[in-house]
């Protein structure tokens, strides 16, 4: 994860691992619905999902979750 990411993690109140546990959160169990389409946005552009500053979060989410 990119600092820019941890930072609006971070002020968003998300953690990207659990303390005192060395895996980081996988795609699969972060909960995409929870959060806000700034932190959706953040997590697209760091994964290189094109075009992602012009989707919805719904389109957010689907393109998050397919891998895009």
């Known amino acids: ?31 995409y619905n929870g959060m806000k389409v700034a932190e959706l946005k953040a997590i697209a552009k760091e994964k290189g999902i094109k075009g992602y500053y012009k989707l919805k979060k719904a389109e957010l989410i689907s393109a998050l979750r397919d891998g895009s």
Do not use: A, I, R
Request: charged share 30%; aromatic share 12%; net charge negative.
């Open 1 to 31: 994860m990119n600092w820019f990411t941890q930072k609006v993690m971070g002020f968003f109140g998300k953690k990207d691992t659990v303390e005192n546990d060395t895996t980081e959160t996988t795609s699969d169990t972060l909960d």
